[in-house]
Protein backbone atom coordinates (compact mmCIF):
# COMPACT_ATOMS: atom_id res chain seq x y z
CA UNK A 1 0.00 0.00 0.00
CA UNK A 2 1.50 3.47 -0.71
CA UNK A 3 1.98 7.32 1.08
CA UNK A 4 1.75 10.12 0.58
CA UNK A 5 4.36 12.04 2.48
CA UNK A 6 4.40 15.31 1.44
CA UNK A 7 0.30 15.62 0.81
CA UNK A 8 -1.25 15.58 -2.50
CA UNK A 9 0.22 18.33 -4.72
CA UNK A 10 3.57 16.76 -3.47
CA UNK A 11 5.66 13.34 -4.45
CA UNK A 12 2.97 10.30 -4.51
CA UNK A 13 3.93 6.31 -5.01
CA UNK A 14 2.00 3.21 -5.13
CA UNK A 15 -1.90 3.09 -3.59
CA UNK A 16 -3.96 4.45 -0.62
CA UNK A 17 -7.38 3.01 -1.16
CA UNK A 18 -8.50 3.45 -4.49
CA UNK A 19 -6.49 6.12 -5.52
CA UNK A 20 -2.74 4.86 -7.64
CA UNK A 21 0.48 7.55 -7.25
CA UNK A 22 3.20 6.94 -10.41
CA UNK A 23 6.06 8.35 -12.03
CA UNK A 24 6.02 8.62 -15.67
CA UNK A 25 9.08 10.07 -17.67
CA UNK A 26 9.43 12.48 -14.48
CA UNK A 27 6.15 13.31 -14.41
CA UNK A 28 3.51 12.41 -11.26
CA UNK A 29 0.73 10.46 -11.92
CA UNK A 30 -2.61 9.81 -9.84
CA UNK A 31 -5.50 7.51 -11.46
CA UNK A 32 -8.26 5.78 -10.13
CA UNK A 33 -8.47 2.27 -9.64
CA UNK A 34 -11.61 0.87 -11.26
CA UNK A 35 -14.50 -0.55 -9.39
CA UNK A 36 -14.42 -4.00 -9.13
CA UNK A 37 -17.20 -5.75 -11.17
CA UNK A 38 -18.66 -9.44 -9.51
CA UNK A 39 -20.06 -10.93 -12.84
CA UNK A 40 -17.93 -9.46 -15.64
CA UNK A 41 -19.54 -11.27 -18.57
CA UNK A 42 -23.44 -10.72 -17.74
CA UNK A 43 -25.50 -11.14 -20.79
CA UNK A 44 -25.66 -7.34 -21.25
CA UNK A 45 -22.03 -7.09 -20.69
CA UNK A 46 -21.83 -10.03 -23.54
CA UNK A 47 -24.09 -8.27 -25.80
CA UNK A 48 -22.45 -4.82 -25.85
CA UNK A 49 -18.81 -6.78 -26.35
CA UNK A 50 -20.44 -8.35 -29.29
CA UNK A 51 -22.19 -4.96 -31.19
CA UNK A 52 -18.60 -3.45 -30.35
CA UNK A 53 -16.92 -6.71 -31.77
CA UNK A 54 -19.22 -6.77 -35.16
CA UNK A 55 -19.24 -3.02 -35.84
CA UNK A 56 -15.65 -2.81 -35.49
CA UNK A 57 -15.35 -5.64 -38.35
CA UNK A 58 -18.16 -3.87 -40.41
CA UNK A 59 -17.23 -0.03 -40.35
CA UNK A 60 -13.35 -1.40 -40.78
CA UNK A 61 -14.30 -2.78 -44.00
CA UNK A 62 -16.48 0.44 -45.24
CA UNK A 63 -14.28 3.13 -43.66
CA UNK A 64 -13.58 5.22 -47.31
CA UNK A 65 -17.22 5.33 -46.88
CA UNK A 66 -17.65 6.01 -43.67
CA UNK A 67 -14.93 8.71 -43.24
CA UNK A 68 -16.74 10.47 -46.00
CA UNK A 69 -20.44 9.92 -44.98
CA UNK A 70 -19.63 11.23 -41.06
CA UNK A 71 -16.96 13.56 -41.73
CA UNK A 72 -18.91 16.54 -40.45
CA UNK A 73 -20.56 15.11 -37.71
CA UNK A 74 -20.05 15.46 -34.32
CA UNK A 75 -17.46 17.94 -33.99
CA UNK A 76 -14.73 16.63 -32.06
CA UNK A 77 -15.64 12.94 -32.65
CA UNK A 78 -13.75 10.53 -35.46
CA UNK A 79 -15.91 9.93 -38.56
CA UNK A 80 -15.71 6.04 -37.62
CA UNK A 81 -16.34 6.77 -33.55
CA UNK A 82 -19.74 8.74 -34.64
CA UNK A 83 -20.71 5.89 -36.76
CA UNK A 84 -19.93 3.58 -34.20
CA UNK A 85 -21.64 5.47 -31.71
CA UNK A 86 -25.34 5.89 -34.10
CA UNK A 87 -24.80 2.39 -35.52
CA UNK A 88 -24.80 0.79 -32.12
CA UNK A 89 -27.93 2.04 -30.95
CA UNK A 90 -29.56 1.57 -34.20
CA UNK A 91 -27.91 -0.74 -36.81
CA UNK A 92 -28.80 -4.25 -34.94
CA UNK A 93 -32.03 -6.87 -34.79
CA UNK A 94 -32.26 -9.64 -32.24
CA UNK A 95 -31.13 -10.76 -28.90
CA UNK A 96 -27.78 -11.82 -28.06
CA UNK A 97 -26.28 -13.84 -28.74
CA UNK A 98 -28.20 -14.27 -31.73
CA UNK A 99 -27.55 -10.32 -32.73
CA UNK A 100 -27.33 -9.38 -36.45
CA UNK A 101 -26.94 -6.38 -38.27
CA UNK A 102 -30.41 -5.04 -39.80
CA UNK A 103 -29.33 -3.68 -43.03
CA UNK A 104 -32.02 -1.67 -43.96
CA UNK A 105 -30.86 0.86 -40.79
CA UNK A 106 -27.06 0.38 -40.96
CA UNK A 107 -25.73 3.98 -41.30
CA UNK A 108 -22.62 5.14 -43.21
CA UNK A 109 -23.18 8.60 -43.66
CA UNK A 110 -25.69 10.77 -41.74
CA UNK A 111 -26.14 14.28 -43.22
CA UNK A 112 -29.07 16.17 -44.83
CA UNK A 113 -28.77 15.94 -49.19
CA UNK A 114 -31.95 13.91 -50.63
CA UNK A 115 -31.23 10.24 -50.61
CA UNK A 116 -30.63 7.81 -53.50
CA UNK A 117 -33.80 7.31 -54.98
CA UNK A 118 -35.10 3.89 -55.23
CA UNK A 119 -31.87 2.54 -55.47
CA UNK A 120 -31.83 -1.32 -56.03
CA UNK A 121 -29.36 -4.19 -56.63
CA UNK A 122 -29.50 -7.27 -58.90
CA UNK A 123 -26.62 -10.10 -59.79
CA UNK A 124 -25.39 -10.13 -63.08
CA UNK A 125 -22.89 -12.65 -64.28
CA UNK A 126 -18.84 -12.01 -63.63
CA UNK A 127 -19.30 -11.38 -60.21
CA UNK A 128 -21.18 -7.91 -61.30
CA UNK A 129 -23.73 -6.00 -59.39
CA UNK A 130 -26.15 -3.86 -61.65
CA UNK A 131 -27.44 -0.46 -59.80
CA UNK A 132 -30.58 1.24 -61.11
CA UNK A 133 -31.75 4.60 -59.09
CA UNK A 134 -33.76 7.76 -60.04
CA UNK A 135 -32.55 11.08 -61.12
CA UNK A 136 -33.98 13.19 -58.11
CA UNK A 137 -32.28 15.95 -59.14
CA UNK A 138 -33.61 18.66 -57.23
CA UNK A 139 -31.66 22.44 -57.15
CA UNK A 140 -33.78 24.59 -54.61
CA UNK A 141 -33.45 21.21 -52.50
CA UNK A 142 -29.75 21.13 -52.93
CA UNK A 143 -29.54 17.80 -55.12
CA UNK A 144 -27.24 18.45 -57.91
CA UNK A 145 -27.63 16.07 -61.20
CA UNK A 146 -22.97 15.72 -60.36
CA UNK A 147 -23.67 14.25 -56.58
CA UNK A 148 -21.61 11.62 -56.19
CA UNK A 149 -23.07 7.93 -55.04
CA UNK A 150 -20.83 5.98 -52.78
CA UNK A 151 -21.25 2.44 -52.44
CA UNK A 152 -20.24 0.30 -49.57
CA UNK A 153 -20.82 -3.29 -50.11
CA UNK A 154 -20.68 -6.15 -47.16
CA UNK A 155 -20.57 -10.02 -46.56
CA UNK A 156 -21.76 -10.05 -43.37
CA UNK A 157 -20.42 -13.94 -43.20
CA UNK A 158 -16.42 -13.38 -44.40
CA UNK A 159 -16.76 -9.61 -42.41
CA UNK A 160 -15.49 -8.17 -45.80
CA UNK A 161 -16.29 -5.58 -47.53
CA UNK A 162 -15.68 -2.96 -50.36
CA UNK A 163 -16.27 0.99 -51.04
CA UNK A 164 -16.91 2.72 -54.46
CA UNK A 165 -16.41 6.29 -54.46
CA UNK A 166 -17.28 8.60 -56.82
CA UNK A 167 -18.18 6.03 -59.65
CA UNK A 168 -21.59 7.35 -60.67
CA UNK A 169 -23.87 10.47 -60.33
CA UNK A 170 -27.41 11.43 -59.10
CA UNK A 171 -28.46 11.80 -63.08
CA UNK A 172 -27.03 8.71 -64.08
CA UNK A 173 -29.41 6.50 -63.06
CA UNK A 174 -27.37 2.86 -63.46
CA UNK A 175 -24.21 1.89 -62.83
CA UNK A 176 -22.52 -1.99 -62.68
CA UNK A 177 -19.76 -2.67 -59.58
CA UNK A 178 -17.09 -5.51 -60.58
CA UNK A 179 -16.36 -7.74 -57.32
CA UNK A 180 -13.46 -10.17 -57.02
CA UNK A 181 -14.51 -13.22 -58.73
CA UNK A 182 -13.28 -15.65 -55.48
CA UNK A 183 -16.56 -13.75 -54.09
CA UNK A 184 -18.69 -15.90 -56.07
CA UNK A 185 -21.72 -17.09 -54.60
CA UNK A 186 -21.39 -14.95 -51.17
CA UNK A 187 -24.27 -12.60 -50.33
CA UNK A 188 -23.32 -9.07 -50.32
CA UNK A 189 -25.35 -6.39 -48.54
CA UNK A 190 -25.77 -2.87 -50.75
CA UNK A 191 -25.69 0.47 -48.93
CA UNK A 192 -25.25 3.97 -50.63
CA UNK A 193 -25.76 7.20 -49.95
CA UNK A 194 -24.70 11.14 -52.17
CA UNK A 195 -21.68 13.31 -51.94
CA UNK A 196 -21.54 16.56 -53.17
CA UNK A 197 -18.51 18.67 -54.27
CA UNK A 198 -16.77 19.89 -57.82
CA UNK A 199 -14.68 17.07 -57.39
CA UNK A 200 -16.73 14.43 -55.50
CA UNK A 201 -13.01 12.28 -55.19
CA UNK A 202 -11.47 15.05 -52.35
CA UNK A 203 -13.07 15.46 -49.12
CA UNK A 204 -12.56 19.69 -48.61
CA UNK A 205 -14.72 21.47 -45.94
CA UNK A 206 -18.10 22.21 -46.79
CA UNK A 207 -19.55 19.26 -48.66
CA UNK A 208 -22.75 17.43 -47.57
CA UNK A 209 -23.77 13.82 -47.36
CA UNK A 210 -27.00 12.03 -47.36
CA UNK A 211 -28.70 9.64 -45.48
CA UNK A 212 -27.91 5.95 -46.19
CA UNK A 213 -29.73 4.01 -48.15
CA UNK A 214 -29.78 0.15 -48.23
CA UNK A 215 -30.15 -1.22 -51.99
CA UNK A 216 -30.49 -4.96 -50.98
CA UNK A 217 -29.19 -8.20 -50.73
CA UNK A 218 -27.31 -9.49 -53.48
CA UNK A 219 -25.61 -13.08 -54.05
CA UNK A 220 -22.85 -13.01 -56.69
CA UNK A 221 -22.98 -15.28 -60.31
CA UNK A 222 -20.35 -16.83 -61.84
Do not use: C
Not at 36 to 46: G, H, I
Not at 133 to 143: C, E, P, Q
Not at 161 to 171: D, E, K, L, P, Q
Amino acid sequence: MGTSKQGVYGAYKGRVGNVVGSSWKGTQVLRIRPASVRNPKTDAQEETRMRFKMLARFLSSQRAAVIQGFYSLPENVTAVNAAMSVNFHEAFTGAYPDLAFDFSKVKISKGNLLVPDGLTATAAEGATINLSWADNTDVKMGAQEQDALVIGVYDPVSEQGAVFSSYYRRNETTGTLKLPSVWVGRQLEVLAFYKSGADPTKIVPGFEVSNTVYGGSVTLLE
